[in-house]
């Protein structure tokens, strides 16, 4: 089915989800053919936890950013929309937001058509964090209490998440062709621009919360395609970029309630979008018409906080277990080595600079203690997890643990040699550093704007 061409009044954005996931060409073609005002893509998230953003590593592999890049830069130059890339690099830090200016610049210049470039940090300094502390700036958010100035210290980064005001004021205030920022609210890179233009708020942040993972938002689910959206002055139109897929007025409304913890109001940097009103209706088996949104305003401007610092390293071992009578004795089994370990390393290497942590798949692995099937298995998966202070201790408990896992006398033993079966050699695996959120906050940010300007480069 052909997708039809941009209407008079109709703002077109399409969004891919997240940059390095990939997506069709083909749907990327078509959008381009409709006419577009506007790129958006989300480049990172928490969701893969707090190693990326302490670490200053990216979350997706290079090459699949750049093939991304290279699509989304050739669609920019042939449309003339602009491309809104917020979160860069996957945690938003400065390191995350170079190393993405750094493939972008890469790009232009193997296609030799200049672009002006809307650069936005957001990473926070830590004397600027300290003075908001000590002011009561700073305030709890989804965990309880404040934030230590120690905590602000061990931070290898803090983040704030901006809103949509820093990246309208960025495209109203310059001439640039592509913004690109560090954390970001997601749905802020997407209800921007047509902020920017007059657009109603409510329906462009909503718009911005259903495009933001792309395809999650249409049938067959999947999150590596496009999804595209008409805002125009009263609602807004949510479609798919291929004819496999269709968006559905379940699928469009489930999304709206994606990462939600209340299902009719959404919270973000400036005001609370509320979907009391909120109506989704079938234009035909394909479209969505979503009307009815409203953003209430918030007094009191503050931005999400998000800080990481080192927590130890991580030293695993993998293995199976088909013995029934030790699978039912597990619990026993396990708090068995946890004690004899402290008994081995002590008094070298004390308990409180390790904690193993045992993951039991295909028993309760993945929702532990609220798992409600209580049959035993004929076999499990155990991961073994240890974060010790040095990766020398982690190693040196993850050692013991695998050594004492495999040999462990239990009621009912059958067998004289091991009793897990090891995939690898060796069966320690280091992982490297551990990093765990210090800071999860919110801060009053009076002017975002300003705290939050951009910069203006040329790259050819």
């Known amino acids: 089915m052909r ?22 060409e083909i749907s990327l073609e078509r959008a381009v053919g409709v006419g577009l005002d506007l790129i958006a893509v989300d480049a990172g998230s928490t969701d893969p936890g707090p190693y990326y953003l302490g670490s200053g590593k990216p979350f997706c592999n290079d090459a699949m950013v750049r093939r991304d890049l290279e699509l989304l830069l050739d669609a920019q130059i042939e449309s003339g929309a602009k491309l809104v890339i917020g979160s860069a690099g996957g945690a ?20 030799g058509t200049p672009r002006k470039l809307a650069v936005i940090s957001s990473e926070m300094g830590k004397d600027e964090l300290r003075a908001a502390l000590r002011a009561g700036k700073i305030h709890a958010f989804e965990t309880p209490g404040l934030p230590s100035e120690e905590d602000i ?8 998440q901006i809103g949509v005001e820093p990246i309208a004021a960025a495209i109203k205030g310059s001439d640039a062709d592509i913004i690109v920022s560090g954390r970001a609210w997601d749905p802020a890179n997407i209800a921007a621009l047509p902020v920017a233009r007059g657009y109603d708020r409510g329906l462009a942040v909503h718009a911005g919360k ?29 479609e798919p970029c291929t004819d496999t897929r269709a968006c559905t007025v379940e699928s469009v409304a489930a999304h709206t309630m994606y990462e939600k913890t209340d299902p009719v109001l959404l919270p973000g940097p400036g005001g609370i979008s509320d979907l009391r009103q909120t109506r989704f209706e079938a234009l035909d088996e394909r479209r969505v018409r979503v009307s009815g949104t409203r953003h209430i305003h918030d007094p009191v401007y503050r931005v999400k906080l998000e800080g990481a610092r080192l927590a130890g390293f991580r030293n695993i071992v993998i293995g199976g277990i088909r013995d029934p009578g030790m699978i039912r004795q597990i619990d026993e089994i396990q708090q068995g080595v946890v004690a004899r370990i402290a008994q081995m390393l002590s008094p070298r290497i004390t308990t409180d600079q390790y904690r193993i942590r ?23 998966g155990i991961l073994v997890d240890v974060v010790g202070d040095t990766a020398e201790i982690a190693a040196a408990a993850a050692g013991a643990a695998r050594s004492l896992l495999l040999h462990w006398s239990y009621p009912g033993r059958v067998a004289t040699a091991g ?17 765990e959120f210090n800071i999860y906050h919110l801060m009053e940010m009076p002017d975002p704007v300003a705290r939050f300007g951009w910069r203006l480069e040329e790259a050819a």
């Open 153 to 160: 210290d061990q931070a290898a980064h803090v983040v704030a």
């Open 210 to 238: 259903i495009l933001e993972c792309g395809a999650l938002a249409a049938e067959p689910v999947g999150g590596a395609d496009l999804l595209m959206g008409r805002i125009r002055r009263d609602d807004f139109i949510v």
């Open 3 to 24: 997708m039809q061409p941009r209407q008079e009044g109709e703002f077109t954005v399409i969004s891919c989800g997240m940059l390095g996931y990939g997506f069709p």
């Open 358 to 380: 045992f993951h039991r798949y295909g028993l309760d692995g993945v929702m532990g203690r609220l798992e409600p099937v209580k049959a035993t298995p004929h076999e499990i």
């Open 419 to 435: 009793n897990v079966a090891l995939p690898f050699s060796p069966a320690e695996i280091p992982a490297g550093q551990v990093f």
């Open 92 to 111: 938003g830090s400065d390191v995350h937001l170079q190393h993405t200016l750094n493939i972008l610049r890469d790009c232009i210049a193997r296609r």
